[in-house]
Structures are given as C-alpha cells and as structure tokens.
C-alpha cells in the first residue's frame, strides 16, 4: 500500500507540473541584439519641439522550443522597443515604469503579439526618440511575454535576460 501511495503521488505531483504555465516565460532562451553598439541622434521636429532620434535595426533570437510573443500597438505590425537609461556596465538605473518604451497612440500595447517562433530569429527596424540629455549609455528593451498560445492572458513580462540589450551609447550628431 505504501508504494501505491507514493507512486500515486508522484503521478500526480508530476501531472500538476506539467500543467502549469510558467507565467515568466523561458528565462534565457532568447537575447535582443542591435546592429551597432554606439547610435548618433539626429535632429527631428516633433510638434512645436526639436527632438533627437535614433534608427535601430532589432534582431530577436529564440533559442528555445517555445514560441514568445512580442506586444504590438493595436493596428501595428511591429513589437515595441524603447530604452533604459544604464551605467557602463548596462545596469539599468530606473526599472519598469521609469523605461521608455515607444507609446502607443491609444495608450496600453492591446494590439496583437507577433509570435517569434522556437528556433527563430525576427528582425525589425523601429525610429526611437533619444534621450534628452546626450550622450548617453542605455539598453534597448522589447515588451516580450511567453505564452501557450495567442489567447492566453499573458501579464508577466520575460526577465530582463529574455528582452534587453546590453549597454549602447547613443551621443548627438555631429
């Protein structure tokens, strides 16, 4: 009886795992990467203001079996990126709310996530307002979740590993 008992736990401790959804998707799996590692913000007007921004061409790579999804604007077709100010060493010096993300026009990202695939590599190009204060060290991020599939509510982000850039200097044009 003893042995049933322990098998019959075992069975369903191993069934309970398996159906459980890890909400931080699969740490370590992927990694952003950028085409260079020192941008020049040049000069744009924005309203009544002059701006600074930056062309960052994205490349997204995961190496994991699970598929991850890339939060979009709604109506967009493209994942949102912005940037954390960091030290020299990429260590963000504001974390969540503080980074600035590229925003969407009606707020919240509610659009549809854009699957990269296990196993694949998605490559965007994305406009980024620079920093005010230039130069500056920051780290690029992607509003990434992992999930079963499309439907699921998927309200934890990956881990910073699974989303960010190291650091990258973005200075004025000259």
Request: with cysteine; glycine share 8%; charged share 10%.
């Amino acid at each position: 009886m003893g042995t049933k008992l322990r098998l019959f736990a075992l069975m369903t401790s191993l069934s309970v795992a398996a159906c459980q959804q890890d909400a931080t998707g699969p740490s370590g799996f992927a990694a952003l990467r950028t085409d260079q590692t020192v941008y020049f913000a040049a000069p744009a007007i924005a309203g009544d203001s002059l701006s600074r921004r930056i062309i960052v061409t994205f490349q997204y790579a995961n190496s994991g079996a699970a598929p991850i999804y890339l939060e979009t604007c709604p109506g967009s077709s493209r994942p949102i990126y912005g940037w954390q100010p960091t030290d020299a060493n990429g260590v963000p010096l504001v974390t969540g709310a503080g980074s600035a993300t590229a925003p969407c026009s009606t707020g919240n990202p509610t659009g549809t996530p854009l699957v990269v695939a296990g196993h694949s590599v998605r490559t965007d190009s994305a406009t980024l307002m620079a920093p005010v204060s230039l130069p500056a060290t920051v780290r690029f991020i992607v509003l990434a979740t992992g999930c079963a599939n499309v439907t699921d509510a998927c309200a934890s982000l990956l881990p910073d590993e699974d989303r960010a850039t190291g650091a990258v200097q973005i200075r004025a044009a000259p």
